[in-house]
């Protein structure tokens, strides 16, 4: 049974940091390249985030370049998005996907950046 588990979210004060994970299962992660997608109310899933299978490459939106990083662990099984200084415009429920022939979601982490 493929999983992908999100946890890590919360509420945080702009300037703020949080670092969201992500706990695989299911599938053979190490072959699969790897993203952080977010929704806002009332707009469309965007990426955020994605990095190659063996971790040699990441990309980033350029609304967060500079204050986000993603990095994976294969032995772990696990994906991570180090936020930092976190504005308003980041609240959004934050989405694990893994891709390759296939492509699976977890059930998204909420993130709310306000004073």
């Known amino acids: 049974q493929v999983q992908l588990v999100e946890s890590g979210g919360g509420l945080v004060q702009p300037g703020g940091s949080l670092r969201l994970s992500c706990a695989a299962s299911g599938f053979s992660f190490g072959a699969y390249a790897m993203s952080w997608y977010r929704q806002a109310p009332g707009k469309e899933r965007e990426l955020v985030a994605g990095?190659?299978?063996?971790?040699?490459?990441?990309n980033y939106a350029d609304s967060v370049k500079g204050r986000f990083t993603i990095t994976r662990d294969n032995v772990k099984k696990m994906v991570w998005l180090q936020m930092n200084n976190l504005k308003p415009e980041d609240t959004a429920v934050y989405y694990c996907?893994?891709?390759?022939?296939?492509?699976?979601w977890g059930q998204g982490t909420q993130v709310t950046v306000s004073s």
């Open positions: 990095i190659t299978s063996n971790g040699g490459s990441t």
């Open positions: 996907n893994a891709q390759r022939l296939y492509q699976y």
